[in-house]
């Protein structure tokens, strides 16, 4: 019965630093992750989820506004012909980048735990996350450009 239960109440896992295994593929899978806390390690890793929280927010965010703009919501009137056609593309677009921003928040996650583990974490961005974060940007400002100056031409 025990065998059974397992999952449900799983034994903590305690990272060696001279360990070369992945602590996110140790058994067992969902159980929580122990490091000796020497320095600021605690605050480094509550930092750590807050990133990876935001991250999640922003693609749950996107993702909403993916569905919202493929199935033209309009709260007023009706949607014009332009923006009936463009409803589709720049709805797969901020779906793929919802999921581009999950990927990368989950990554940067595993990544910075996996290095908080060897004791060799350097709390940065990198250059795939400025990336990722500049072609957001990028694809909502543009968007937004794009519904305003129709919306112009139909006044």
């Known amino acids: ?3 059974l239960l397992q999952p449900l109440s799983p034994r903590p896992v305690d990272l060696d630093p001279t360990s070369s295994t992945h602590p996110f593929l140790t058994a067992p899978f969902f159980s929580p992750l122990l490091f000796p806390n020497l320095s600021s390690d605690a ?3 509550c930092a750590n989820e807050r990133t990876f929280l935001s991250w999640l927010r922003l693609s749950v965010y996107m993702a909403i506004v993916s569905v919202a703009i493929m199935i033209s919501f309009h709260l007023k009137n009706e949607p014009t012909h332009i923006e009936k056609q463009l409803a589709l593309p720049v709805g797969l677009l901020f779906w793929v980048l919802s999921f581009a921003c999950l ?3 989950f990554a940067n996650y595993v990544k910075t735990v996996t290095k908080y583990g060897r004791r060799r974490a350097l709390v940065q961005s990198g250059w795939k996350t400025q990336i990722v974060f ?3 940007s990028c694809a909502i400002v543009a968007v937004c450009v794009l519904l305003l100056s ?3 031409k139909q006044r």
């Open 1 to 3: 019965m025990s065998r």
């Open 43 to 45: 605050r480094d890793h």
């Open 103 to 105: 990927a990368n928040g």
């Open 134 to 136: 500049t072609v957001v």
């Open 150 to 152: 129709t919306n112009a």
